[in-house]
């Protein structure tokens, strides 16, 4: 038989390893209750007074968890989280129309310069530099002008310019008609009649 002794050996001796196990044991048992709680996964960002019952709701439905710190939260399903979150977005701002392209501005081409050059009245046989610039001086400055142009006013632009009137001006009308119209080989033939701008002679 266990005497006093024997139990009181005993209970020294394996007394503190039997509470060491007694309180693993508890503390195993606790830790599970923790393990097996449901925890947060999305925080219901509604109202307090739009957010459903806090009783355990599971599947489909939410559900209501506590978190280790003892805050009652609650769980979404995915579609209902989906439409919670798009809510609680902020108003995104509506997106500005593209801007039209722009229309290119037509091109308006500028019109040529008039030219005011005068004609190159030197190809007239019987009127040189000089007298060219006396009849430009007169307004005689192009080969129309010149066809049209009398004997009295070559004259008068002649003696403008100081200078004495010309015999070969008799055939400077027929000569610029021809040099008007483009017509150089048939201004070419007529001054190869002429001597020195006149109409030749019998004499």
Known sequence: MLDFTTISGLAICFGPLALVIVGFLIAAYLSDIDARRPYLRQMDLRP??????????????????????????????????DAVMAAAAPPSAPAKP????????????????????????????????????????????TFEKVANASQDDFKAALEA???????????????????????????AALQDTLVSGRYPTDD
């Not at 009137?165 to 048939?186: H, I, R, V």
């Open 48 to 81: 307090e007074h739009e957010q459903p019952p806090t009783q355990p709701i599971f599947r489909e439905k939410r559900l209501t968890a506590e978190t280790p710190a003892g805050s009652l939260v609650t769980v979404l399903p995915t579609a209902e989280n």
């Open 98 to 141: 593209a801007p039209a392209p722009a229309t290119p501005a037509p091109v308006v081409e500028a019109p040529a310069a008039a030219t005011d050059e005068p004609d190159e009245l030197t190809k007239i046989e019987g009127i040189g530099p000089k007298i060219s610039e006396a009849l430009i001086a007169a307004g005689l400055d």
């Open 161 to 187: 310019a100081g200078m004495t009137f010309a015999p070969s001006a008799e055939s400077w009308a027929e000569q610029a008609a021809l040099a008007a119209k483009g017509d150089w080989d048939g201004l």
